[in-house]
């Protein structure tokens, strides 16, 4: 295996294409003497006040709070901040330092044990509720809580309250704040357009990863009220309870929260999230073929058709989309999650207004989505920009299974959909009883190829550290300002690699007591195998109407 | 969903230091239970759950202190505010005074839509003392002369009117609320355009 010199991504094309790694968790170098030698004298000033205020506040020596504060890194600000953020150097610096004394102030505030008489009622003082590994809290710039991801929001309107002073007071110095990691807690921010996200974790995720993950549930909000509804509600009225709006879409927001360890799922489907990509139901060439063709032909005709994808399993069966128009990852995955946690759409055909933000974050697509038949469990969606063509794209429907029931695909998806291995590829067709899991992600496509979770990794306890791994080595691997090539580490109870090419990325957990040689070997006869057979579990071109 | 929604409304506490700002709000809320937590950050977050107008509504009160010196931070405590409650002392000519400057100071940094129905609530603290220097009067004239708004004489000492007061803060802020509805408008059909660039399309690693 060759190593690579590692190539610096330029800035700004990590940022468009790859902002989910653009942030280097890094720990900046804050020096306080720094801090005060800040010629900013007036903004010296208001921020000492709030240092001896918070001091006042302090409940001494409970958490150790680090200064790991990410606000002066521009790439994962958004992109107002990025420019102010960029020029105010010297006063990032300070306001970091302020911040990281605020962290004790909330740390102390979240996490102090508490004697209170109300305890029972008080999820701060809650030991489950503080127990949790992952807390979302979506907020309005007023401060007014939006969702919680665990407890009622409505009871949390206090701890809503510091968040939003946190993030304004270092939205005051011309920054933003990225991240404060105190307790063995990350608390990572993202403000975007009105909204204030935050994720407050102790899972193995980077900041980086986690901001990916508020972004998506961003996306998800986007998705049900455009982003041009949220503005103009909040341009209207700041002080608007946006939960109005949201009523009965929680459980998508929820859903999309829920598919990693910190909710106990044992799934290969945190790892599409964490490599932004989505995953193919492995099929035959012919039968893809053949099913294109029955979509297409009978989809052709129809106007402001943009986009039709057939789905199973939460994997993508096809994509056929209008010319010139693709779709992101970010946005399939709101579909995927859309039809998930969507149980009414097994019964019936829906009309459903849904807003992929990554393809127009400001208007809705129209989406037709209907499983294709009982004995087949795929479900279609046919987008349109045009809200009324129900009855055009439904009659399209009934003619698409007509199809691909006479060219027997239907079939075929069925077959594969029930095999018993579905959540991966079963390793053992491979014949390389040394590997134990492993992620193939390829440069061209953003689709991932994971194998079947095998003992030991299925069980809670192991998948979580199975998860642990593969976050670190996707941390490591896309750090911004020090990308790696290759990762190879004999740990305790695995080896782990990690190794980029220019035509892919692939991620591997081998058992404990494999040598290197045996490793290279077995790398080379996976990449050969998936070289084979690579059309059947990616798709490489997705044609137009 | 069907069921009525839940309400949440943001209340400011504002007015000259040592007016009783804190007091007031401690009175209000530790008389009954409530999750209650301080941080000295610029400002005190408290929540209380109450009944009004048979609905219950989630007061979360950003109780102000030191403003002076957090003054900075105006825009970021206003921003948002469904009820501003202006305290002044009564014993304290000055701080009734200052009421106009903070009602201004409000204004210009909550910009709400419609200042001059924004509910305000006046309440002039500490009548339980002797010292009297502010009248009722004159107080009541300066609360009407800014578009009526509600006045109350309180002690946060021994309660008198608080619960009243903050009963008028949540009703007033909730009938603002309730006057406007969800803005429930067609959106704007997306627009194909086939020279557009799809803003995302080639970008490496983007396209599934």
Known sequence: MDVEPPTNYSDSASMQSNSEYSDAECEPHIDENEYFHDTEREHNEIAHSVISEIREGLTPGTQNASNGINGKNANTSTNVHKSVSAESLPISNSTSTVSGEIVNSLSAATLDEGDDDDAQFDYMHDSVWRGQKKHIFILSEAGKPIYSLHGNEDKLATLFGV??????????????????????????????????????????MSVAQLQLQLSDVYNQILSTLTNKHVTRIFEKRKNFDLRRSLAGSERLIYHLLSNDSSNKRVTNNVFTFLTNSIRVLP????????????????????????????????????????KKYSIHPADLRLIFNLIECSESFKSSENWTPICLPKFDMNGYLY?????????????????????????????????????????KSLEAISREIEKPTNGGLNLTAIGIPELRHFLYKPKTAAQLLCSELMPPYTTLKEFERLEGIYCDLLHRIHNSTRPLKLIYEVHEREVVLAWVTAAYELYAVFEPLVDKCAVIKNVDKLIKWIEKEYDVFFIRNHPTF | MATRKKSLLKVIILGDSSVGKTS??????????????????????????????????????????????????????????????????VTSPNSFKNLDSWRDEFLIQASPRDPDHFPFVVLGNKVDMDNRQVSTRRAQQWCQSKNDMPYFETSAKDGTNVELAFQTIARNALAQEAEVELYNEFPDQIRLNTDRNNRNGNADNCQC
């Open chain 2, 24 to 89: 007031l709000m401690n009175q209000y809320i530790n008389k009954r239970f409530s999750n209650q937590y301080k941080a000295t950050i610029g400002a005190d977050f408290c929540t209380k759950e109450v009944m009004a107008d048979d609905r219950v509504v989630t007061m979360q009160i950003w109780d102000t202190a030191g403003q002076e010196r957090f003054q900075s931070l105006g825009v970021a405590f206003y921003r948002g505010a469904d009820c501003c409650v202006l305290v002044y002392d």
């Open chain 1, 367 to 407: 989406a037709h989505v209907s499983y294709l038949t009982d004995d087949c469990q795929a479900c279609l969606l046919l987008l349109s920009v045009d809200p009324n063509v129900f009855f055009t794209l439904s009659d399209a429907k009934r003619r698409i299974t007509d199809k691909l029931r006479s060219t």
């Open chain 1, 283 to 322: 099929l035959p060439t012919t039968v893809r073929a053949s099913i294109v063709s029955g979509i297409q032909s009978n989809c052709s005709k129809i106007k402001d058709l943009v986009f039709a994808v057939l789905i199973a399993n939460n994997k993508l069966i096809s994509l056929i989309r209008m």
């Open chain 1, 163 to 204: 968040i939003q002073a946190l993030v304004s007071f270092v939205q005051h110095g011309q920054d933003a704040i990225t991240s404060i990691h105190a307790g063995g807690i990350k608390f990572v921010f993202l403000v975007r357009n009105t909204l204030i996200l935050v994720a407050a974790s102790r899972t193995n």
